[in-house]
Nanobody, 122 residues
Framework: VQLQASGGGLVQAGDSLRLSCTASGGTFSSYGMGWFRQAPGKEREFVAAINRSGGSAIYADSPKGRFTISRDNAKNTVYLQMNRLKPEDTAVYYC????????????????WGQGTQVTVSS
């Protein structure tokens, strides 16, 4: 499975961005999909994940209430809508795929995209 993330950029605090991640090479609906992020000097951390059907999602505490994950299985794409962005949201954002399930543990994910940079200025 190949994952291609896009949609990052430079925004100001309080702005919104929508990240997209398109998958190829596998049966998209067989995979739980997730978003992770890594800030300079920090470990990669879980942001949000959505199950195969799109009916259930989990979020890390930090973005909860501001970020929304969704997916379109017909388009093989998962999205991360990020609202009310904060400077501490600055990171490289990665999408990931996990066969059958979702999990906040980065070690359980099977495939990773290349990352897209999100920079939030104050």
């Amino acid at each position: 499975v190949q994952l291609q993330a896009s949609g990052g950029g430079l925004v100001q605090a309080g702005d919104s961005l929508r990240l997209s991640c398109t998958a190829s090479g596998g049966t998209f609906s067989s995979y739980g999909m997730g978003w992770f992020r890594q800030a300079p000097g920090k470990e990669r951390e879980f942001v949000a994940a959505i199950n195969r059907s799109g009916g259930s999602a989990i979020y890390a505490d930090s973005p909860k209430g501001r970020f929304t994950i969704s997916r379109d299985n017909a388009k093989n794409t998962v999205y991360l809508q990020m609202n009310r962005l904060k400077p501490e949201d600055t990171a490289v954002y990665y999408c990931a795929a996990q066969l059958w399930g979702v999990d906040a543990d980065t070690r359980r994910w099977d495939y990773w995209g290349q990352g897209t940079q999100v920079t939030v200025s104050s």
